[in-house]
């Protein structure tokens, strides 16, 4: 499985910006994908999360409100809608996806929040 994120960038508090991560590959053997962020100094943390076939979805409880997972089955490509954004959102984003056996992970993308 190979993930590709794009959308990242810099905006003033209170902004917007939408994400997206393009999975390739094995994409059948996907059990969840997710999005993590980790900021300079910090552990990285999940942000949010969304169950292949149900679509449950799974916030941090600093994201609840503002941000939106969602999934486009068709295109093998996962989303990350932020509104609100606060300076504290700033940090690097990960895309994840899990399968039985693995964790892949996506190079990043920067999201730069000004206040």
């Known amino acids: 499985v190979q993930l590709v994120e794009s959308g990242g960038g810099s905006v003033q508090a209170g902004g917007s910006l939408r994400l997206s991560c393009a999975a390739s590959g094995f994409t059948f053997s996907i059990n969840a994908m997710g999005w993590y962020r980790q900021a300079p100094g910090k552990q990285r943390e999940l942000v949010a999360d969304i169950i292949s076939g149900s679509g449950t979805t799974n916030y941090a409880d600093s994201v609840k409100g503002r941000f939106t997972i969602s999934r486009d089955n068709a295109k093998n490509t996962m989303y990350l809608q932020m509104i609100s954004l606060k300076p504290e959102d700033t940090a690097v984003y990960y895309c994840?996806?899990?399968?039985?056996?693995?964790?892949?992970w996506g190079q990043g993308t920067q999201v730069t929040v000004s206040s």
């Open positions: 994840n996806a899990r399968t039985l056996k693995y964790d892949y």
